[in-house]
């Protein structure tokens, strides 16, 4: 062996044993966020409100401690992430909570990192994929029932807490705003913003039994419900409702029906009031004051939700699909805290909701209202009413006035 195969041998050798040798690569981490764990928003915000500050938490987030835990501890499995050799994964409490100040203030994504110490790009990932976690945990806490039993309790409610019998829920909707999508003009609503529909059915207790979100704002807003599911569960029979039978005090059968305003069409299943130019008396007037006054529910419930979800009053910096997320989670976190014992009085305290006096029938508006919701109503258009759902309103119409 000559020296120059020596020395080529010796050179192998020693990148081999280097190869082996050498250390594994260092996490790197920016300094500001080597300090999460003990100036984020875990460890400095939330622990010190928790511990020397009940009421400021609970102000805060409008939860108990408890059903955060419940909350976190129902989305961990599904946002869960594993250290890697260069980064080191963010908790899933901490994504929760960033994600939570997110959808009540509306902060950007550079606010929230100069709290959380986590950096704007992971955020931008994790936030909808706790929302979507979200949504999926909390599935059983938005939906319509499904047998005949269950509808006659929601038109119960409505006609003790209202007088109004046969309603199975007040439906509305409205436009949130956000970002220019590629597809931009699809998404043009009336008012020359872009935007996205919810669409929401709401019971007798301000929670919503039904949520569309992602319909394009340029739709003409009287075709977002006839491109809905609930729409076409309806056309097609398939909720169960309860068979028509007569209003206390009439004889004709009439079906139980879904309340809107002018917005929607007249139809059988969807009863609405009467246009201006269709009043021609009393009758029709307090027709339209007995439907108006029980439609509070679902601005209640809309005027709540923008309330204590700041992020929907704004333009959501995100794309048609992760916007549609977002705004679902906040629905189900609504109905997630309203139907909660611990958090129910913290999410909506009282006097923040209308409140109907069962005596003299006056309505006391709740503080909700004192300030601008921010989210846009759909616009209330001229529509074709069908020959039945006219009809219904006249049985409708003639029960109010006996």
């Not at 945990?137 to 038109?155: F, Q, R, S």
Request: aromatic share 10%; charged share 20%; proline share 5%.
């Amino acid at each position: 062996m000559d020296s120059a195969d020596e020395e080529e041998l010796l050179f192998l050798s020693m990148s081999i044993a280097y190869i082996q040798q050498r250390r594994k690569p260092r996490l790197w981490v920016r300094n500001f966020f080597k300090k999460r764990e003990t100036h984020g928003v875990c460890s400095s915000l939330y622990n010190d409100l928790v511990i020397q500050d009940a009421i400021g938490y609970k102000n805060t987030l409008r939860m108990s401690p408890e059903d955060l835990e419940i909350l976190l501890q129902k989305v961990s499995p599904k946002i869960t992430k594993h250290d890697t050799n260069f980064r080191q994964a963010i908790s899933p409490k901490d994504q929760l909570l960033v994600t939570l100040r997110y959808l009540a203030t509306g902060d950007t994504y550079t606010a929230l990192m100069l709290i959380s110490r986590i950096s704007k790009t992971k955020i931008s990932v994790f936030v909808p994929e706790v929302c979507k976690a979200i949504v999926q945990v909390l599935a059983d806490y938005v939906k319509m029932p499904t047998t005949t039993e269950g509808w006659e309790d929601i038109a119960q409610n409505f006609k003790l807490k209202w007088n109004l019998p046969h309603c199975i829920g007040h439906i509305d909707g409205r436009h949130i705003e956000m970002i220019r999508p590629k597809n931009g003009n699809d998404y043009l609503n009336y008012r020359k913003n872009f935007s996205i529909v919810l669409l929401g059915l709401v019971d007798a207790n301000y929670n919503f039994l039904y949520a569309d979100v992602g319909t394009p704002g340029k739709i003409s807003d009287s075709e977002v419900f006839n491109s809905s599911n609930l729409y076409r569960s309806l056309q097609n029979n398939t909720l169960n409702l309860p068979p028509p039978k007569p209003l206390p005090g009439r004889t004709q059968p009439s079906p139980y029906v879904i309340i809107g305003d002018d917005a929607f069409a007249l139809s059988k299943h969807l009863l609405k009031p009467y246009s201006y130019y269709q009043i021609n008396g009393h009758p029709e007037k307090m027709f339209n004051y007995r439907l108006n006054r029980g439609r509070v529910v679902v601005e209640n419930a809309f005027g709540i939700l923008s309330a204590r979800f700041k992020v929907l009053r704004q333009s959501i910096l995100v794309s048609p699909q992760k916007a549609s997320t977002i705004v679902l989670a906040c629905v189900y976190l609504h109905n997630f805290l309203r139907k909660s014992e611990k958090s129910h009085y913290l999410y909506t305290p009282s006097g923040s909701l209308d409140e109907i006096n069962p005596v003299s029938g006056e309505i006391t508006l709740g503080t909700w209202r004192d300030r601008n919701q921010g989210m846009i109503s759909l616009q209330r258009v001229p529509s074709m009413d069908c020959a039945e759902g006219v009809a219904v309103r006249e049985e409708f119409k003639a029960f109010f006035m006996t």
